[in-house]
């Protein structure tokens, strides 16, 4: 079974341009997470998406990242106009299904990451 | 929200097994106990979870005290691809989104 996959691998841009990002999922897996680590922080969630839609957005910086999930399958995280301050490692993350105490929490699967420099 | 506190860093050698320990003073009672491993260039993996008492797998031990205000994570034996990264997380479930939490995470070197 193929794992969580991401893409690109590194981006290298100038400030003030716009990247976006992709992850696709392990197959069949409901729930969707975006992961950040800026320099020397910690990882930070972004958001998580259940299907197609947004979960929790609680996480997302500002209204320059755009995160999207067309028909609940791969999901994109755009940065437009991209800042120096943006650059870091991007993590997607998935599980199966939706996570309720009584249930237990489900494991998230990660991606390698993107890694993204902002110059 | 609970905070995890876990030692920075931590040397073992080969054969050893290795002990980290995460203090969680405010843990809910909804909460579970998750560990994550992070190689370099790797997004975490995980690599168990308890909400009470010993959990074990075919890669660790989980043992959490009665009143879960701490968790130890057992490592049998490391070997020096065991060194990396080791995350307690504590879960955060709110409208049911399950959002980790990550703090900085103990730095494991296994030397041979």
């Known amino acids: 079974e193929a794992g969580v996959t991401q893409f690109p691998s590194h981006s290298v841009i100038e400030k003030g341009q716009t990247v976006t990002l992709r992850c696709d999922p392990i197959s069949g897996h409901d729930n969707l997470y975006w992961y950040r680590r800026v320099m020397g922080k910690e990882i930070k969630f972004l958001l998580h998406f259940v299907k197609e839609s947004k979960q929790d957005e609680s996480g997302m910086p500002n209204n320059r990242f755009l995160a999207e999930r067309t028909g609940g399958t791969y999901s994109t995280l755009k940065v437009q106009p991209a800042e120096l301050e943006d650059s870091g490692v991007y993590f997607c993350?998935?599980?199966?299904?939706?996570?309720?105490?009584?249930?237990?929490?489900?494991?998230?699967?990660f991606g390698p990451g993107t890694r993204l420099l902002v110059l | 929200l609970a905070k995890t506190t876990q030692p920075i860093s931590m040397d073992s050698y080969e054969g050893q097994e290795v002990n980290i320990t995460c203090s969680h003073n405010n843990i809910a009672t909804n909460d579970y106990i998750t560990w994550y491993q992070q190689f370099p260039s790797q997004g975490p993996r995980f690599i168990i979870q308890g909400y009470k008492t010993k959990v074990t797998n075919e890669v660790a031990s989980l043992f959490i005290p009665a009143d879960r205000k701490s968790s130890t994570l057992s490592l049998p034996r490391v070997s020096l691809s065991d060194t990396a990264v080791y995350y307690c997380l504590v879960g955060d479930i709110m409208d049911s989104s399950y959002k980790l939490i990550f703090g900085s995470g103990t730095r494991l070197l296994v030397r041979p």
């Open positions: 993350a998935s599980s199966q299904d939706s996570p309720t105490w009584l249930a237990g929490i489900e494991t998230q699967y």
